[in-house]
């Protein structure tokens, strides 16, 4: 079956520190990948998506290339701010099935 | 990007009681809503999936009759939860999208808590 396995969290960095986020999926087919981010309060929000091999998706300078050969989607950003401070979730989909999430990974970002 | 909403944000209800869920596209036409449930410090688990105009198609292991899911128009999808006991008390989310393919956007959740 599909499925997505995330770091644990907690996490916590200090501002400007550099965050990493290790994703690894399992899959039957040629899944598309997301991140996805939960802020404190709110609903998810898709953070950036890659929808082949070696795709890169970035956003809000975070960045995850879709690695086919080791099956990972690892989220990065070289310079974290408070307001990044969340819950970060990896999912994957097949064709136009359902979405498959991680576990999620708390990110406390400390000024 | 679109704005998908849902009522209430948090319910309190005694054991034994029924709750109402709504969500909402407030800006566009959603085909398909899915209604999900977040356990704490845990990922979403989908419980259902409905087109407008037709039966929700329930995940494994979700009970039906318990949790009602309705989708009468291309803007509104309803979840009662019937009968709740404490153990159903979570964080459930909602998520629409305009077509097959298309980006999902999430509902803010709503906490229900049974007392």
């Known amino acids: 079956g599909n499925s997505v396995t995330q770091m644990e969290g907690p996490v916590t960095l200090s501002e400007e520190a550099f965050l990493t986020i290790n994703c690894t999926y399992t899959?039957?087919?040629?899944?598309?990948l997301f991140w996805y981010v939960q802020y404190p309060g709110e609903g998810l929000q898709l953070l950036l998506k890659?929808?082949?091999?070696?795709d890169k998706g970035s956003n809000k300078g975070f960045e995850a290339t879709y690695r086919k050969e080791t099956t990972s989607f690892h989220l990065e950003k070289g310079s974290v701010q408070v307001s990044d401070s969340a819950v970060y979730f990896c999912?994957?989909?097949?064709?136009?099935?359902?979405?498959?999430f991680g576990a999620g990974t708390t990110v406390t970002v400390r000024a | 990007g679109a704005v998908v909403s849902q009522h209430p944000s948090r319910v309190i209800c005694k054991s034994g009681t029924s709750v109402k869920i709504e969500c909402r596209s407030l800006?566009?036409?959603?085909?398909?809503m899915f209604w999900y449930r977040q356990f704490p410090k845990q990922s979403l688990m989908l419980m259902a999936t409905?087109?407008?105009?037709?039966?929700?198609?329930?995940e494994q292991g979700v009970e039906k009759d318990k949790f009602l899911i309705n989708h009468a128009s291309l803007t509104l999808s309803t979840l009662t939860v019937t009968s709740a006991h404490p153990e159903d008390s979570s964080f459930y989310i909602c998520?629409?999208?305009?077509?097959?393919?298309?980006?999902?956007?999430f509902g803010p959740g709503t906490r229900l808590t049974v007392l």
């Open positions: 998520s629409a999208r305009s077509g097959k393919g298309n980006e999902q956007f």
């Open positions: 899959a039957t087919g040629y899944p598309s």
């Open positions: 890659a929808t082949k091999a070696d």
């Open positions: 999912a994957l989909r097949i064709n136009d099935y359902k979405l498959s």
């Open positions: 800006d566009f036409q959603a085909t398909t």
């Open positions: 409905s087109n407008e105009g037709s039966k929700a198609t329930y």
